[in-house]
């Protein structure tokens, strides 16, 4: 299974950006994530989208971010508006491949995990 992220990079504070994950390897995906790591900082969870769509986000991007996902070559998206400084670090896709309850804060279960993007916002 491969993830691999784009759609990162710079952006002034109050911008958007839309990350973008494709997968392949993989006939069912069940829990897609997003993750992100800060310099020095522990990685966080930021949204989770099941397989029946049900999408949920810790609360540092509730409101301003929103997680989607499709059937296509890139199945999972993470729109990113009205960014701030604090939102920089880097992004992960991952997938949890099997069903059931699916949150930001289970990044443990999660298996598969992309190589990561910069997103730098700056001030």
Same mark, same amino acid.
């Given at each position: ?31 897609m ?16 989208? #099941?397989? !029946?769509?049900?999408?949920? @986000?810790?609360?540092? &991007? ?5 997680? /989607? ?6 199945p ?16 992960y896709?991952?997938?949890r491949?099997?069903?059931g309850y699916?949150?930001? #804060?289970? !990044?443990?279960?999660?298996? @598969?995990?992309?190589? &990561? ?5 700056? /001030?």
């Amino acid at each position: 299974v491969q993830l691999v992220e784009s759609g990162g990079g710079e952006v002034q504070a109050g911008g958007s950006l839309k990350l973008s994950c494709a997968v392949s390897g993989y006939t069912r995906l069940w829990c897609m994530g997003w993750f992100r790591q800060a310099p020095g900082e522990e990685r966080e969870g930021v949204a989770t989208v #099941d397989s !029946d769509g049900m999408a949920r @986000y810790e609360d540092s &991007g509730k409101g301003r971010f929103t997680i /989607s996902r499709d059937s296509a070559e890139n199945p999972l998206y993470l729109q990113m508006n009205s960014l701030k400084p604090e939102d920089s670090g880097i992004y992960y896709c991952a997938h949890r491949p099997w069903p059931g309850y699916c949150s930001p #804060d289970q !990044d443990r279960e999660f298996s @598969y995990w992309g190589q &990561g993007i910069q997103v730098t916002v700056s /001030s």
